[in-house]
């Protein structure tokens, strides 16, 4: 009785052991960027590591770099974000996540040899879905976010972020 009592153990524990292996460690994603900010568009790229405590839940670092050119002024934005990520992996194929970054932004505009910049404090809510392609890659088919700015007494709210590109899971 007591050996099938420690088989039986033994048996459950390696099965904690295997069902804790069903979701990936770390995700790092990479790609494209389209930005509205007070509608303005801007492009660029977005990065993301996501380090996942289980099969859940997971703490992000969100960076971000978007750029355009209007009547000479060149306008860069960066971001700079880290927050908590909920993530749905009932399905294989996809997972469906949501995201509460906080952290920073750095605004610069140039113009003939003239520039200024700001930093600000930076909020970005938002999600999207991501499509398994093989057992260590993803496509992020989507990712949408409300971003909010606030420096100097003011503040920036109108703004939007669609991210699409790869996410590998070592």
Do not use: C
């Not at 509205?36 to 992000?60: C, E, I, Q, S």
């Not at 909920?86 to 003939?112: D, K, V, Y």
């Not at 093989?134 to 496509?139: N, Y």
């Amino acid at each position: 009785m007591r050996k099938l009592a420690s088989i039986i153990l033994l048996l459950w524990l390696a099965s904690l052991s295997a069902a804790a292996q069903d979701f990936p460690k770390a995700e790092i994603f990479g790609g494209y960027q389209l930005t509205r900010l007070d509608g303005t568009t801007l492009n660029g790229w977005n990065a993301a590591l996501t380090g996942n405590l289980n099969h859940w839940f997971g703490v992000t670092g969100d960076f971000s770099g978007a750029y355009t050119s209007q009547g000479g002024v060149d306008f860069r934005n960066y971001t700079y974000t880290f927050g908590p990520t909920i993530a749905a992996r009932g399905n294989e194929t996809f997972t469906p996540f949501a995201h509460a970054l906080f952290g920073g932004s750095h605004a610069s505009a140039g113009f003939s040899g003239f520039s200024a910049s700001d930093n600000a404090f930076a909020m970005i809510f938002g999600g999207g879905v991501d499509a398994k392609f093989s057992p260590h890659l993803s496509f992020r088919v989507a990712q949408f976010d409300w971003m909010s700015f606030r420096a100097n007494g003011g503040s920036s709210s109108n703004n939007f972020r669609y991210s699409a590109g790869i996410v590998f899971h070592p």
